[in-house]
């Protein structure tokens, strides 16, 4: 059954890549033809691996081919989630598999709204990658892809071809708590890092903000039934700074390159979720506008 990736950014080339050398069927959908004639020109996409690049003829078709989609890896931004599935949710058969590959929440729930069909899959992965350049993806940090189903706890029978890919995976019965618990590492380190104009690092010499947020979050966790995701949530949160010292956050590198950030998937997400539940926040609710407003003055979306 043919992998069908829709997305070439980091992650999705990431995987393209991994699965096409394996031998495994695997088929970017490109946004028009244009794009296609590009990527054919370019003859494959190439990972750099440990600095030795391969390039693969991965194959490709404009998203408005009529070839039908049994098992869809979504790895588009959160923001273009739905209008990108949206163009293509004709093409699913009945019983497709779909896999969410998005950060934060709230994304995932309103594509598996538009695809009661199909079984939706949801992906928490903390595998690094960038592009170098287009139609080129460098790994730059091994990591875990975990996989789940909220609503089914059964784990299908193709988990042996990313075992075969050599992409690292767990599956899972808790993806929420797994998808919360990024989520609130992410809203812990990012924006902090945007408006430090900081690398993570840097961080560590605003231990007392870190830590009111982690507490916050772990309150807004624990109010939304994600308890487990609380657990030691400060602790982590440091661990990560120091193990990522050197690094900017993807929030950081985003602005930095005048791109639309996730905040309404992160932050926007939570404090949605907090004010639903009634669960004070008044931290994260100031974090949240802080970043509005350095997004607004930059010129960058907001939303």
């Known amino acids: 059954m043919c992998w069908h990736i829709l997305g070439a950014g980091s992650l999705g080339s990431l995987w393209a890549t991994r699965l096409a050398r394996a031998g495994l069927p695997a088929c970017l959908l490109l946004r028009d033809d244009t794009r296609l004639a590009a990527y054919t020109a370019r003859g494959g996409l190439t990972l750099n691996e440990n600095g030795e690049r391969h390039t693969f003829a991965v ?17 588009c931004k959160a923001y273009d989630a ?43 992965s903390t595998e690094g990658a960038y592009r170098d ?16 189903d909220a609503t089914q706890s059964l784990a299908p029978s193709w988990l042996n071809e990313l075992e075969q890919a050599g992409i690292a995976h767990q599956w899972t019965s808790s993806i929420l708590e797994r998808l919360w618990r990024k989520l609130a590492l992410n809203c812990a380190i990012n924006p ?17 903000e870190v830590t009111a947020l982690c507490a916050e979050l772990g309150s807004v966790l624990r109010c939304c039934g994600q308890a487990g995701a609380a657990e030691g949530l400060l602790e982590q949160v440091q661990q990560v700074i120091t193990a990522t010292a ?33 669960c004070p926040a008044p931290g994260l609710n100031r974090l949240r506008l802080r970043l509005i407003e350095e997004l607004k003055a930059r010129g960058l979306p907001s939303d």
């Open 246 to 278: 050197a690094n900017y956050s993807s929030m950081y590198q985003d602005v930095a390159q005048g791109r639309r950030t996730e905040i309404s998937y992160l932050l926007g997400h939570v404090c949605a979720t907090a004010r639903a539940l009634d």
């Open 133 to 148: 350049q287009d139609w080129s993806v460098v790994f730059a940090g091994q990591g875990l892809n975990w996989l789940g």
């Open 82 to 124: 739905e209008r990108a599935v949206a163009a293509i949710a004709h093409r699913l058969t009945d019983k497709a598999d779909v896999l969410l590959l998005q950060n934060g929440l709230g994304s995932q729930e309103a594509v598996a709204a538009m695809l009661p069909q199909a079984r939706c899959i949801f992906v928490s």
């Open 59 to 75: 194959a490709a078709q404009a998203v408005s081919a009529a070839q039908p989609i049994e098992r869809l890896l979504v790895a």
């Open 192 to 208: 902090l890092t945007v408006l430090h104009q900081c690398r993570n690092g840097a961080l560590q010499a605003h231990a007392e």
